[in-house]
């Protein structure tokens, strides 16, 4: 009886100087907001009876590992769709441990369990498939298809009027259609709650400008055709862009009336050709041609000689975006170097899911440096121009410390 007394103090004892361990660990790094709306007993009723917009929901126990392996993701897909005031979509969680009456009420018997509650008091859809980011967008996305458009062409009770004019976009037709002439393009995705305002009013403007030929409006669902999106380096939605003969000739910032959008397209129309050259030789905004864009088909061929420094992303994380400026110069640094890389991958997008995996990437960003195919380590310095630059210098001279090998 006494060893199992002190077998058990031990255990508490252990178990306290750990969770000491982590808290200090934690108080350490400044952890980022959680946007996840908080669901408990007291309010999951009334919030989920009177919300204008659907509520996915994630049923968890703390002590569930697999839990713990979606909490990132499931706070990622919070900041994208809990910021927006006019998104159609909150993301929530109720701990089932702590509101048990409620997870009994929605019959969750295994950890997570992930349940779409539409705004019209449907019967909630059970998330089955796998939990990473694409996959979950692509559902939402999925349960909000027939509402989106529904707004965007009418009731269901009114015959819905064509669309004149617009062009629609896709993977298929994209290169084809847009490499000659003048484009004007929407790239959206279906839940974005600004996107869904200015659809009628994209509409409008496709059809006051149907009969003119010398300008083509269209849009490109950035959930279905990522790889264009990434191609142009959308990063918020909507993103409308002017293009000319396939290239990017400028982003459009100004209001979002019919009336200021046709004075736009009057002015890029207007604008000399000397004038669209000079805008083709600035950088795009973001990271530029300097940056190597990498996918699961090319990341082998690309890191086989030399050094290359890559950072796998996300496109909504915020360390990721505050560090666009430096990576960008640190490339500009070595575009004249032809022994030295600087490539970024997005791990987001469904075809690079395994090669993210496969890199052992755990967090955004993450940054690793390869040299002659082959991972020498992970840079865990200081994201600015100059620590990168001597990093990377170092390892390119061969200068680097044993102990980051």
């Known amino acids: 009886m006494k060893l199992k007394v002190l077998a058990f103090i031990f255990l508490l004892i252990s178990c306290t100087i750990a969770d000491e361990e982590d808290n200090k660990i934690e108080a350490e790094e400044e952890p980022e907001k959680d946007h996840t709306l908080v669901l408990t007993d007291e309010n999951f009723d009334d919030t989920i009876k009177s919300s204008e917009t659907a509520i996915f929901t994630m049923f968890y126990a703390p002590w569930c590992g697999h839990c713990t392996r979606l909490k990132p993701t499931w706070s990622q897909l919070a900041e994208m769709l809990n910021t927006q005031d006019e998104s159609r979509v909150r993301i929530a969680k109720v701990d089932c ?29 059970k998330y089955r498939s796998t939990r990473d980011l694409p996959s979950l967008t692509q559902f939402i996305n999925d349960q909000l298809g027939a509402s989106t458009e529904e707004e965007e062409t ?22 084809e259609l847009t490499s000659k002439g003048k484009f004007f393009v929407k ?10 305002k200015l659809s009628p009013i994209w509409n409008d ?7 003119d030929e010398s300008v083509n409006i269209a849009k490109i669902d950035c959930t279905e055709h990522r790889p264009i999106c990434k191609d142009f ?27 200021d959008l046709k004075d736009y397209v009057e002015k890029r ?10 805008k083709k030789e600035i950088p795009e905004e973001g990271e530029g041609a300097a940056v190597l864009s990498l996918s699961g088909d090319s990341f082998e061929q690309a890191i086989k000689e030399d050094v290359t420094f890559i950072k796998f992303f996300a496109p ?10 430096a990576w960008h110069e640190l490339a500009k640094k070595f575009i004249n170097d032809s022994k030295i890389k600087i490539a970024k991958v997005d791990c987001t997008l469904a075809e690079n899911r395994d090669l993210c995996s496969a890199q052992d990437v755990n ?3 993450t940054i690793f440096i390869y040299r002659n195919g082959e991972k020498v380590t992970e840079y865990n310095g200081d994201r600015s121009l100059e620590d990168m630059y001597d990093f990377v210098k170092k390892h390119a001279s061969g200068d680097a410390p044993r102990d980051e090998l």
């Not at 129309?269 to 000079?278: C, F, H, I, R």
Request: charged share 25%; aromatic share 10%; hydrophobic share 30%.
């Open 187 to 196: 790239f959206y995705a279906p839940w974005c709650g600004h996107c869904q």
């Open 97 to 125: 441990t702590e509101n048990a009456k409620t997870c009994s009420d929605n019959e969750i018997t295994s950890y997570p369990t992930l349940k779409f509650f539409k705004a019209n008091g449907e019967e909630p859809v």
């Open 154 to 175: 009418g009731s269901q009770d009114a015959v819905p009027a064509p669309l004149t004019g617009l062009i629609e976009l896709n993977e298929k037709n994209f290169h």
């Open 316 to 325: 909504w994380c915020g360390h990721c975006k505050r560090m666009i400026p």
């Open 205 to 211: 403007l496709a059809s006051a400008l149907e009969h």
């Open 363 to 365: 967090g955004f960003p």
């Open 233 to 259: 380096d959308v990063k918020g939605y909507p993103t409308l862009l002017w293009l000319e003969n396939g290239k990017k000739v400028d982003k459009y910032s100004g209001s979002r009336t019919v009336e």
């Open 269 to 278: 129309l207007n604008t000399k050709s000397e004038d669209t050259e000079e």
